[in-house]
Nanobody, 122 residues
Framework: QVQLVESGGGLVQAGGSLRLSCAASGRIFMINVMGWYRQAPGKQRELVASIVSGGSTNYADSVKGRFTISRDNAKNTVYLQMNSLKPEDTAVYYC????????????????WGQGTQVTVSS
């Protein structure tokens, strides 16, 4: 089995910064895409940022220029540096990863972390 464990959420004032981390562990041969999603109360879960194994990134328009996603492939870990935080960034942030369990497998599995709360006060 695979686990994704997030950390780094919390309460911050508007304009502040937080850094989220997500470490994947378990039966992992390769991780393709890793990403961060968020879900605010009463809203659908939305993609915040994603990064493929080669390093190419994708961001939601609402966070471009403020958030930076990165990953350490050796540690199976993805990070989200969040700067210039706004109250509208308040949400539960979820880590996501596409993982294949062993060499030669054609199966890719989608895993989610448990979520970490980010609250930005005005």
């Amino acid at each position: 089995q695979v686990q994704l464990v997030e950390s780094g959420g919390g309460l911050v004032q508007a304009g502040g910064s937080l850094r989220l981390s997500c470490a994947a562990s378990g039966r992992i041969f390769m991780i393709n895409v890793m990403g961060w999603y968020r879900q605010a109360p009463g809203k659908q879960r939305e993609l915040v940022a994603s990064i493929v194994s080669g390093g190419s990134t994708n961001y939601a328009d609402s966070v471009k220029g403020r958030f930076t996603i990165s990953r350490d492939n050796a540690k199976n870990t993805v990070y989200l540096q969040m700067n210039s935080l706004k109250p509208e960034d308040t949400a539960v942030y979820y880590c996501n990863a596409d993982i294949t369990p062993f060499l030669g497998s054609s199966q890719w599995y989608d895993y989610w972390g448990q979520g970490t709360q980010v609250t930005v006060s005005s």
